[in-house]
């Protein structure tokens, strides 16, 4: 027997090479002495082979001999032409800024997208770098929203059949937006809660929506991740004290005009959306004791009850 | 590449080695291995097995290459002449790759990268990842990356290029104060939703990470030293010397499992869950304790919750004494 890295290159070049399309006879027949004899034994040699240069990305094409002795037969062969990589005639100041990148990234099968280009990650060290999340599923949607194709997967435990309109990397973590069908509406979903892996997203047809054409997953995305799924009431503005060693950040974060008030201790008061409660009080409660609820007197009230709470260590005495 | 290598990695890392051995015609070994992340020897045996591979009648010369005196030399290209296209990952990674990077400091949108991002619509279409029309690798509402950098981000990275020393005026969570202090950038990061920059710290005289937005200030000292090519460094709560702690959280304090780091999660009953997870300090252990207030009970460590001395400061500051503790 062959090592079994031989027996694949001489697979994938017969496959290449031929100019019909062969059976498992013929190319056992071509590959004289590497798989073996017994009919079972061959064909799951075979098949094993044939799943591994798949998984590598080897388009093998499959068909069934139509008539003559051969009838119901399968039989093989790789399409060159989709086999090759397509000539993108970079510059090589494209190439390296494309090497950069991936490199900043630091992401695994972008290098060997790279390699594959005829580039190499080499000594890239950029002085900045980003950590983007990959998941499996990610391929899959961005192909269904490029094809106006709905998507169903599984999301905390239920199905769902979105029409996708695009990804956003956010916060750390990727969500895709699209018109939810059951509910009638926008929704937009994390894409890391999706149940069942790239396996777990079915396809539907093609061109079978139309995305709305000022559509940009940014401004579309809910004010608070944690409000996904609802929909957010901004009417309701706290107005919260920030003692001098936060004031700056705080500014900074919300911007100047939040501020109200300007004290000599170097403490501010800002106004602050407070409509989602959950979200507001996990960003006051977050400062500790550098910010105070000043109003409205039932969001103050609500505060002091929770903390009275967490000092007396009684869980779930607090009204909601 | 480490550890054993099995034979669909090898054929692989072949079928993108033989098209750019092909290319070049000769490299140095040395060369190839680093470029290709292998060992020489791995490097030479995959060449000298993929040599030996051929088909009637092109026994043994379908693939015409051998090594000679640490020099890889290739004859008559016949077989594996264009690379294997992208696979949907691959192209998909390229795609966010490039995003990503037009989001970093110093990215120049009109320049090399966007011509580069553009040519890729050819290779998204093939990979399945975009509409044979071509033209949807422009279509940025499809893929956005947002990596929300704050105001600081650019000036640390620039003085990371250039070995420019800062002064820095730097809100330090741990100890509820700010400080000011000297250090030379290294290198400037975003990782799930936060910047942070790797940073020599004269004030504890070692290698420091700062949160990036925790910096209210940054002036220039006026002193520069070399530039020093670094990544970023590990996170902290891979190593295991970091204290763990035990939690039960509620239905409604879920979103903790996903926003940070957690060792295990065992279910429990009415939607409740046990996370064992990593704590940086007993002050953000008690801030997250406070912030999930009812929602959360503390498991582990026993004894006294680290929450409720803070949270009686907070609540001083609403001037309103707590229950007496006894």
């Known amino acids: 027997m062959v090592d079994r890295i031989e027996r694949l290159t001489n697979l994938l070049a017969l496959l290449l090479e031929t100019t019909r399309p062969l059976s498992l006879v013929e190319i056992a027949g071509d590959l004289d002495g590497q798989y073996p004899d017994a009919d079972k034994a061959r064909r799951a040699s075979f098949e094993r082979d044939k799943s591994a240069l798949r998984d590598i990305g080897v388009p093998i094409e499959t068909e069934i001999v139509g008539g003559g002795p051969f009838a119901g037969q399968t039989t093989y062969r790789i399409d060159r032409r989709a086999y090759e990589l397509a000539d993108l005639d970079l510059t090589p100041d494209e190439m390296r800024a494309l090497q950069v990148a991936v490199a900043a990234v630091r992401s695994d099968p972008g290098k060997e997208a790279i390699w594959k280009l005829g580039g190499a990650l080499g000594d890239e060290r950029p002085p900045v770098s980003a950590m983007i999340p990959e998941r499996p599923e990610l391929p899959a949607i961005r192909a269904a929203v490029a094809a106006r194709a709905s998507i169903e997967f599984g999301y905390r435990g239920e199905q769902r059949t979105l029409d996708p309109w695009g990804l956003l990397l956010r916060g750390g973590f990727w969500y895709v937006t699209g018109h939810d069908h059951a509910r009638g509406e926008r929704r937009t979903f994390r894409v890391d809660r999706f149940e069942g892996g790239a396996d777990g997203v079915g396809t539907g047809d093609p061109g079978s929506f139309e995305r709305p054409p000022s559509f940009d997953p940014r401004t579309a995305f809910p004010a608070d991740p944690k409000q996904i799924g609802y929909v957010a009431d901004e009417s309701i503005d706290a107005l919260v004290r920030i003692d001098a060693l936060r004031a700056v950040a705080i500014e900074r974060e919300l911007g100047a005009d939040r501020v109200v008030e300007r004290n000599d201790d170097g403490s501010i008061l800002v106004s602050v959306p407070a409509g989602n409660l959950a979200a507001f009080r996990s960003w006051v409660l977050g400062l500790l004791d550098h910010a105070v609820v000043e109003s409205p007197p039932e969001l103050r009230e609500h505060l002091i009850e929770w903390l009275t709470a967490v000092v007396d260590g009684a869980p779930g005495s607090v009204r909601r | ?182 250090i030379v950038p290294r290198h400037v990061y975003a990782d799930v939703g936060n910047w942070y920059v790797s940073a020599d710290d004269d004030r504890s005289q070692s290698r420091r990470t700062f949160r990036v937005d925790r910096i209210e200030s940054i002036t220039a000292t006026g002193r520069t030293v070399d530039v020093e090519a670094t990544t970023s460094p590990g996170r902290f709560f891979e190593d295991v010397d970091v204290d763990r702690a035990t939690i039960r959280v509620s239905p409604d304090a879920r979103w903790v499992l996903d926003q940070y780091p957690i060792d295990s999660v065992v279910e429990l009953a009415d939607g409740w869950a046990e996370a064992r997870l990593p704590v940086s300090s007993d002050r953000w252990m008690a801030k997250l304790l406070i912030r999930l207030g009812p929602d959360a009970v503390l498991i582990e460590p026993a004894g006294e919750s680290p929450a409720a001395a803070i949270a009686q400061r907070v609540l001083d500051g609403y001037g309103r004494a707590g229950p007496q503790r006894t």
């Open chain 2, 1 to 182: 590449m480490s550890g054993p290598r099995n034979a669909e990695d090898r054929l692989r890392r072949l079928l993108v080695m033989l098209p750019w051995l092909m290319e070049v015609g000769e490299a140095p070994l040395a060369d190839v291995a680093r470029r290709f992340e292998m060992t020489e020897s791995q490097v030479q045996s995959d060449l000298e097995l993929v040599a030996m591979c051929g088909l009637p009648p092109f026994v043994d010369e379908m693939v015409d290459v051998f090594v000679d005196d640490g020099i890889v030399f290739v004859g008559i290209p016949r077989l594996f002449t264009r690379p294997l296209r992208l696979t949907a990952p691959e192209a998909f990674s390229l795609l966010t790759s490039a995003r990503t990077a037009m989001e970093l400091p110093g990215a120049d949108a009109a320049g090399a990268l966007g011509r580069g991002l553009a040519k890729l619509a050819a290779v998204l279409a093939d990979a399945g990842l975009a509409t044979t029309g071509g033209g949807e690798v422009d279509d940025t509402a499809s893929v956005v990356v947002d990596l929300a950098r704050p105001e600081f981000a650019d000036d640390l990275a620039e003085a990371a290029a250039s070995g420019t020393e800062l002064e820095i005026s730097y809100y330090s969570p741990a100890r509820a104060e700010i400080t000011r202090r000297s």
